[in-house]
C-alpha cells in the first residue's frame, strides 16, 4: 500500500470525538474552531487600582467588580478583588464604550451536539489570542511567547497570578498534566495533538523551568505553532487541565480511581475522566470543574431546558479602568431544536445576541421587518466563503467505474459549464450574489481571478460538446462513460445544516440542468450525522458543502484545493486525505494519488516548516495553482454572507465581522466587554 509521511500540524490524528457533530469531523480526529479575545496589552496593577474611590477604579459608580461580588466579598465567601486578579491583568479596550455591571445575556442552541457555539460565545483561555481584525496575534494567558530563529523552540510564560475558577492559581503543574499526564496518556487521547508534535508526528518535548515558565521544543521548524497557540481548542491544550481537581480522577494519581468510576456507573477511570474534565463534556456538564473561561457552568445543559453561565470571580481580565470583566452577569443557553421556533423568538427581541442557525437568507427579511418591533438590529456578517455551496464528485469511490468518471477533469468542467448559475441566485438567493467557482475570494491574498471565474459560463450546448469529446455517449436521456457507466447518481445533502434547505432547493434546479445533459442526480437528503458517517466512510457519489477557505482559513481548511485538511479532509478525495493525514489508509487504497496530489503534499510540508511568512505564502500559492489546473470542485455561488441580531440594549459589539468556523464568531468581538443599558 503506498505510504506518505504525514508532514502535518493540522491534520493528525487528534483526541477523543466531540460529543457534537461538526461538519469538518471525521471519527479520527477534530477541529474545532475557538473564540479569542480583543485585548490591550497587559498593564501592572501599578498602572490602575482596584480601589472603588481611586482614580480612574472603576468608572464612578461601576466599581472594581460586579455588586453580585463585592457582596461576596463583604460576606466573607471570597477574596477581596484585588488578590483575585493576576499580576498584571490583562487589559481589554471596550470596542465603544465602558460598561455597566448587571444582566444576562440571552442566546440559543440546539443541545449538548450544539458545543460550537459555546466555544465561539463564552471560550477564553488559550495561550495568544487574535485581534478582532484578524490580523494581529498578541497575549493572552500567556504573558510572554518567544521563538527561537528557525521556530522550533518556543519560551512561554504564563500570566503570574491567574487562577482558576475556584482560586487556585494556574501554573506549569498545570502545563506538565496536559501535556504527560493527558496528551501522552494512549488511553485518554488516541493520538498526541498535532499542535503538540512535531511535523513527522513525534511528541515535542516539554521543559518546565519554573512555576510560570516552560519550553516547548519541535525536532524540526514549527512557525505555525504561533498560531495554534491563538485557536481556540488548540491554544488551550496547555491550559484546559486543572490538575488539582483532576488528579483525583486520574489512575496514575489515584489507584482507586478505577473502582471508584465503577461505583459511580461509569465503565472505569477513563470513562469518568472524561466526562468530568476531558476536553469537550466540562464545559457543558461539569459545574465542578475549575476553568478560565469569562462565565463559568452552573446549570449543565442535561438538566433542564436550559443552560446558565454565571461570571467567574477569578475572571483575569479588566477594563482600561481596572474593573474586572466581564460586565454581564450570565449567558443564558435556551434549548431547542427547532429552527423556526428560534427564530420566533429571535424576532421578539428574547436574545441580546445571535448568529448561528436561523442566520440564512431564507429569515433575513422577516428578521429585518421586525427590528422595531423587536427591539434589535440586524448586522451583517462578513462571509469568508468561497462559495455558499460547493459539490464535490467522490474521487475515491469504491466503484470503479464512477471512480474513472468523478476523476475525469472534462467531466467536471462539463458539469459546472451546465449550471445557471443566475438563476440560482435570483431564485434562491433573493438576487443578491455572483457565480464562482471554490477559490480563494477576492479579499483573500491568494486571490486568483482566473480561478475563481473559470467554467462559470452556462451553456448547455458547450457542456454537450465537451462530454461528447470525452466519449460520453447519449442514450436516450442518460449518458454513459467510455467504461460503460451510466451518468447516473445520488447527491447527499445534510439537511439540517444552516443551508441544507438551501442546498436541497439548489440541487433540485441543478437537476432539471444537468438532465439537459443527459446526467441524472437523486438527492438525498439526511440529518448530518449520517450525512457526517457517509463521508467519513467514503460511502457516497457526490456531496455539497460550505467553501470554507475562501478568506481568513484558507492554508488552514484548505480541504477544497487539495486532499487534506481538518477533520477528515477534502469532500472529493476522503480517503487520499486520509493517507496524507495519517500515512496510511484503514482499508486499501482505492485508487493511488496521482502525481499532482503529491506534488501537493510535499509543497504543504514545505509550507508547514517554512520559517519566512512571505515564503510559505509564495509555497500556498503554488499548491492554488495547481488546484486550479486540476479543478478539483465545482463553485456555485458568492452570497451576501449571514447576519447577526443585536439586541438594541447591547453594547460594545462593533458591528459587522466576519463568519468564520477558524475565526470563531464572535469570539474575537470579545463578549467579555459587551454589557446591557436600559438606554436605547
Given amino acids: 500500500m503506498s505510504s506518505h509521511n504525514p508532514q502535518s500540524t493540522l491534520f493528525t490524528k487528534q483526541s477523543r470525538s466531540a460529543p457534537w457533530p461538526d461538519p469538518t469531523m ?6 474545532v474552531a475557538g473564540g479569542t479575545a480583543l485585548t490591550a496589552s497587559a498593564a501592572g496593577c501599578g498602572w490602575f487600582s482596584t480601589d472603588a474611590d481611586s482614580e480612574g477604579g472603576g468608572g464612578g459608580d461601576k466599581g472594581p467588580e460586579a455588586p453580585m461580588l463585592a457582596e461576596r466579598v463583604e460576606a466573607g465567601d471570597l477574596p477581596p478583588v484585588d488578590e483575585r486578579l493576576p499580576n498584571e491583568p490583562l487589559v481589554v479596550n471596550v470596542t465603544e464604550s465602558m460598561g455597566v455591571y448587571g444582566g444576562t445575556w440571552n442566546t440559543v442552541i440546539t443541545g449538548a451536539s450544539d458545543g460550537p457555539w459555546l466555544w465561539r460565545t463564552a471560550n477564553d483561555g488559550h495561550l495568544l489570542e487574535r485581534s478582532r481584525d484578524w490580523e494581529e496575534i498578541r497575549p493572552n494567558i500567556a504573558s510572554s511567547f518567544e521563538q527561537n530563529d528557525d521556530a522550533s523552540e518556543f519560551t512561554i510564560t504564563l500570566r503570574e497570578g491567574v487562577k482558576w475558577s475556584d482560586g487556585e492559581p494556574l501554573t506549569t503543574a498545570d502545563v506538565d498534566f496536559a501535556f504527560n499526564d493527558v496528551a501522552l496518556n494512549e488511553e485518554l487521547t488516541t493520538a498526541v495533538p498535532t499542535e503538540l508534535s512535531s511535523p513527522d508526528g513525534t511528541p515535542i518535548e516539554l521543559e518546565i523551568v519554573d512555576d510560570y515558565t516552560f519550553i516547548v521544543r519541535f525536532n524540526t521548524p514549527k512557525p505555525l505553532f504561533r498560531e495554534d497557540m491563538a485557536k481556540g ?5 496547555f491550559t484546559m487541565y486543572p490538575r488539582h481537581y483532576l488528579e483525583q480522577f486520574h489512575i496514575d494519581y489515584n489507584e482507586n480511581a478505577e473502582d471508584e468510576a465503577i461505583d459511580e456507573g461509569f465503565d472505569g477511570w477513563v470513562a469518568r475522566f472524561t466526562n468530568l474534565g476531558h476536553l469537550w463534556n466540562f464545559m457543558w456538564e461539569n459545574p465542578d470543574l475549575p476553568t478560565l473561561l469569562p462565565w463559568k457552568c452552573v446549570r449543565p445543559v442535561s438538566d433542564s431546558d436550559h443552560a446558565l453561565f454565571e461570571r467567574n470571580p477569578y475572571y483575569w481580565k479588566v477594563d482600561e479602568e481596572g474593573s474586572q470583566l466581564p460586565y454581564m452577569d450570565e449567558v443564558r443557553y435556551d434549548i431547542t431544536t427547532d429552527v423556526e421556533t428560534m427564530f420566533a423568538h429571535a424576532i421578539n427581541g428574547d436574545y441580546e445576541f445571535h448568529s448561528r442557525h436561523f442566520n440564512d437568507n431564507a429569515h433575513r427579511a422577516d428578521a429585518v421587518d421586525n427590528e ?12 469568508s466563503y468561497s462559495s455558499d455551496m460547493n459539490i464535490a464528485f467522490n474521487m475515491n469511490h469504491r466503484d470503479e ?4 468518471v468523478f476523476q475525469d477533469k472534462q467531466f ?3 458539469m459546472s459549464h451546465a449550471i445557471d448559475r443566475q438563476e440560482l441566485i435570483d431564485v434562491l438567493w433573493n438576487r443578491v450574489g455572483e457565480p464562482t467557482q471554490a477559490a480563494p475570494r477576492p479579499e483573500s491574498k491568494y486571490y486568483d481571478e482566473e480561478f475563481a471565474t473559470q467554467y462559470l459560463e452556462f451553456d448547455t450546448d458547450l457542456a454537450n460538446e465537451i462530454l461528447d469529446d470525452a466519449g460520453y455517449e447519449l442514450s436516450g436521456d442518460t449518458r454513459t462513460a467510455p467504461n460503460g457507466t451510466p451518468l447516473e447518481f445520488a447527491v447527499i445533502v445534510a439537511d439540517d445544516a444552516l443551508l441544507g434547505s438551501v442546498w436541497i432547493d439548489a440541487l433540485d434546479m441543478i437537476k432539471g440542468m444537468w438532465e439537459e445533459v443527459g446526467v441524472t442526480i437523486h438527492i438525498n437528503s439526511q440529518p448530518r450525522e449520517n450525512w457526517q458517517n457517509a463521508v467519513n466512510e467514503f460511502e457516497y457519489d457526490a456531496t455539497v458543502w460550505t467553501g470554507d477557505g475562501g478568506n481568513i482559513d484558507e492554508a488552514t481548511s484548505c480541504y477544497w484545493y487539495m486532499p487534506a485538511g481538518p477533520g477528515g479532509g477534502a469532500f472529493f478525495a476522503r480517503q487520499w486525505s486520509e493517507l496524507y493525514t495519517n500515512g496510511d489508509t484503514q482499508e486499501e487504497l482505492v485508487a493511488e494519488p496521482p502525481a499532482h496530489v503529491e506534488e501537493q503534499w510535499d509543497l504543504y510540508d514545505q509550507y508547514q516548516t517554512e520559517p519566512d511568512r512571505a515564503t510559505r505564502e509564495e509555497l500556498f500559492k ?12 465545482i463553485g456555485t455561488v458568492r452570497g451576501q454572507g449571514g447576519w447577526a441580531l443585536v439586541s438594541d440594549r447591547l453594547r460594545n459589539v462593533g458591528g459587522a465581522m466576519p463568519q468564520n468556523p477558524t475565526y470563531g464568531t464572535p469570539g474575537p468581538a470579545a463578549p467579555e466587554q459587551w ?5 436605547e
Fill in 622 to 633: 503554488q499548491i492554488i495553482e495547481i488546484a486550479k489546473e486540476q479543478f478539483y470542485a
Fill in 401 to 404: 467505474g464512477l471512480r474513472e
Fill in 372 to 383: 422595531a418591533s423587536g427591539g434589535y438590529t440586524v448586522i451583517e456578517l462578513e462571509s
Fill in 675 to 679: 454589557y446591557i443599558t436600559e438606554d
Fill in 233 to 237: 481548542v488548540s491554544g488551550q491544550r
Fill in 412 to 414: 467536471r468542467i462539463a
Fill in 26 to 31: 471525521s471519527r479520527r480526529g477534530l477541529v
